[in-house]
């Protein structure tokens, strides 16, 4: 399977899009969806591919202990930069320099795997999808958020740039040039869905992120309009047609526990 292991050239440019309206948009809606489904007691999570930790603070800041795996030095410099300043989340946090195909695999298991925003960089889906999904534990729970094949070429469309537009529609792409200026490939949650059940997964109710507010390159909203936009997005995440144009997907599927019968 195919591993990202230079993403540190672009470390630089995903942390500034991260800190904009547009990369902080996404960042609440993913975490309030997998927040809402873990349990308030402390769990162990797996955040695959963390960059530069921001989804690993998050969990770590709800009282959960995140092993936070990425496969450059450099983000994992960045997350561990991000934790001096946060000293009372030190102890809940392990930072682990690992792709996907290098977790380790040696029976360990997680209550719940992230991986947010990697499998679009990677050659296919099926290979690091099966990685993943045997690192969850009975009960367990596997969240994924890629980009949204579905979508390709929305975004385009409502920047007003039609000839692009046109020509990944009538393509069909599965593939586009992403936020950091880097071809980025895209799944369906269908397919995610699928592969999920394939791995003894039960797929949840998946999202569709940022549907409205994507096409904004320079989007800098007040705090009231963020927070309004915010609760538009979040309650158009889950309802069709709104989700299927989301630029990106996240799903969330569910192990059963241990002697269930699938």
């Known amino acids: 399977m195919g591993t990202l292991t230079d993403f540190a050239t672009v470390g630089p440019a995903y942390t500034a899009h991260s800190r904009t309206a547009r990369g902080r948009l996404r960042h609440d809606l993913v975490a309030r969806r997998l927040l809402a489904e873990l349990p308030p007691d402390p769990v162990r999570i797996l955040d695959a591919g963390c960059g530069d930790g921001e989804m690993t603070l998050r969990l770590a800041a709800a009282g959960h202990h995140v092993t936070a795996a990425d496969p450059s030095a450099d983000m994992l410099a960045r ?30 298991h997680f209550d719940v795997v992230c991986c947010h925003g990697v499998l679009m960089y990677l050659a296919d889906t099926p290979g690091p999808y099966a990685r993943l999904a045997a690192l969850v534990g009975s009960g367990g729970l596997l969240s994924v958020l890629t980009k949204n094949r579905s979508a390709i070429g929305f975004r385009e469309a409502l920047r007003g740039d039609y000839p692009a537009a046109h020509h990944l529609i009538e393509l069909g792409a599965d593939t586009s040039i992403g936020n950091l200026g880097l071809a980025t490939r895209g799944d369906t949650a269908d397919e995610l869905d699928r592969l999920a059940a394939e791995h003894g997964l039960t797929p949840l109710s998946w999202q569709g992120i940022r549907v409205f507010t994507d096409h904004h390159d320079d989007w800098n909203p007040a705090p009231d309009t963020y927070a309004q936009a915010l609760e538009t997005e979040w309650a158009a995440s889950t309802r069709d047609p709104y989700r299927q144009l989301g630029r990106l997907v996240h799903t969330l599927a569910r192990r059963g526990p241990a002697g269930a019968t699938p």
């Open 79 to 108: 997350t561990a930069r991000r934790l001096i300043a946060r000293p009372e989340l030190d102890q809940r946090v392990r930072l682990l320099k690992a792709g996907i195909d290098e977790l380790p695999a040696d029976g360990s």
